[in-house]
């Protein structure tokens, strides 16, 4: 049984950047795939971004350019590096992994392809 937990959320101005973390149990972390989803109030939960066991990435395109997801295994951990954050930005972010290898340049967008998730942190921008 994987366990995840998320940290680094909290409260940021408008134009401010959070880093967050998602530290994972386990011994084969490596090999997961492993991604952020954020859900916003009143919205349904949404991709942000995924990283392979490779460290391929892949983003949705609204935060292309403005997020970084990046992993170190050696610590067990995933990151999102969040930039010029916005108000709409604000929401309950979910770190999420899966045992699946997918062929490379593959990478799974849905909620379902995940196994595992953390427990949500929150992130809220003031503007």
């Known amino acids: 049984q994987v366990q995840l937990v998320e940290s680094g959320g909290g409260l940021v101005q408008a134009g401010g950047s959070l880093r967050l973390s998602c530290a994972a149990s386990?011994?084969?972390?490596?090999?997961?795939?492993m991604a952020w989803f954020r859900q916003a109030p009143g919205k349904e939960r949404e991709f942000v971004a995924t990283?392979?066991?490779?460290?391929?990435?892949y983003y949705v395109d609204s935060l292309q350019g403005r997020f970084t997801i990046s992993r170190d295994n050696a610590k067990n951990t995933v990151y999102l590096q969040m930039n010029s954050l916005k108000a709409d930005d604000t929401a309950v972010y979910y770190c999420?992994?899966?045992?699946?290898?997918?062929?490379?340049?593959?990478?799974?967008?849905?909620?379902?392809?995940?196994?595992?998730w953390g427990q949500g942190t929150q992130v809220t921008v003031s503007s």
């Open positions: 999420a992994g899966t045992s699946i290898i997918y062929a490379a340049a593959v990478y799974p967008t849905r909620g379902d392809q995940y196994d595992y």
């Open positions: 990283i392979s066991w490779s460290a391929g990435t």
């Open positions: 386990g011994r084969t972390f490596s090999a997961y795939t």
